[in-house]
């Protein structure tokens, strides 16, 4: 099984930054974490779900036109954590943040990411 948990989500005004972490677990996971694309989507109220980035175990990235050069994804492999830094956050970022795994060489379709995250909220004040 592969279980994620988000973390790190919150309030801040238009301009800042957040990073948000996911911590990867389970048998499944562990025994082949290095398969795994971990991906971010976010979901504004009212809106669909929409692919943000993701980050191949191998380290290789894909953003979103709407968030490249303001945010960065990384991980790390020894704590099986992956993060996405946000910086310079426009109110237009304000949604849910899932975090996803799948063996899906980088998709950014959300169909391809059998395992979801609770979500943590990040809401950009103007």
């Known amino acids: 099984q592969v279980q994620l948990v988000e973390s790190g989500g919150g309030l801040v005004q238009a301009g800042g930054s957040l990073r948000l972490s996911c911590a990867a677990s389970g048998r499944t996971f562990l025994s082949y974490a290095i398969s795994y694309t971990m991906g971010w989507f976010r979901q504004a109220p009212g809106k669909e779900r929409e692919f943000v980035a993701a980050?191949?175990?191998?380290?290789?990235?894909t953003y979103a036109d709407s968030v490249k050069g303001r945010f960065t994804s990384s991980r790390d492999d020894a704590k099986n954590t992956v993060y996405l830094q946000m910086n310079r956050l426009m109110p237009e970022d304000t949604a849910v943040y899932y975090c996803?795994?799948?063996?899906?060489?980088?998709?950014?379709?959300?169909?391809?990411?059998?395992?979801w995250g609770q979500g943590t909220q990040v809401t950009v004040s103007s």
């Open positions: 980050i191949s175990w191998g380290g290789g990235t």
């Open positions: 996803t795994a799948g063996t899906n060489g980088g998709s950014t379709r959300t169909y391809d990411y059998p395992h």
